[in-house]
């Protein structure tokens, strides 16, 4: 079992950054892809963001990609995403998430769910 906390959300101006960090309990999270997902109100969950286990291997949304990065600290039993350059678009509740096994997009693949933290990126 792996519990899952999200925290760093709020407001931002558009052009700023954030870091969100996804504080994990549970003994499995070492050897867990970790990913982030988000949700806007009226869109379906899109995900963000994914890093396998020894973050070796990450894979992004192309709506993110180059302004957002995905790490971990395996010590720390934490993933972050770092979110850099804004925009009003990116406002949404996000959610960390795990599972066992590649890194994946796929939200029905992940076994584990933050409650989630919401980012407003005004303009």
């Known amino acids: 079992q792996v519990q899952l906390v999200e925290s760093g959300g709020g407001l931002v101006q558009a052009g700023g950054s954030l870091r969100l960090s996804c504080a994990a309990s549970?003994?499995?999270?070492?050897?867990?892809?970790m990913g982030w997902f988000r949700q806007a109100p009226g869109k379906e969950r899109e995900f963000v963001a994914a890093?396998?286990?020894?973050?070796?291997?990450?894979y992004y949304a192309d709506s993110v990609k180059g302004r957002f990065t995905i790490s971990r600290d395996n010590v720390k039993n934490t993933v972050y995403l770092q979110m850099n350059s804004l925009k009003p678009g990116d406002t949404a509740v996000y959610y960390c998430a795990a599972r066992q096994g590649i890194v994946t997009g796929s939200y029905e693949l992940y076994n584990y769910w933050g409650q989630g933290t919401q980012v407003t990126v005004s303009s």
């Open positions: 890093i396998s286990w020894n973050g070796g291997s990450t």
């Open positions: 549970g003994r499995t999270f070492s050897s867990s892809t």
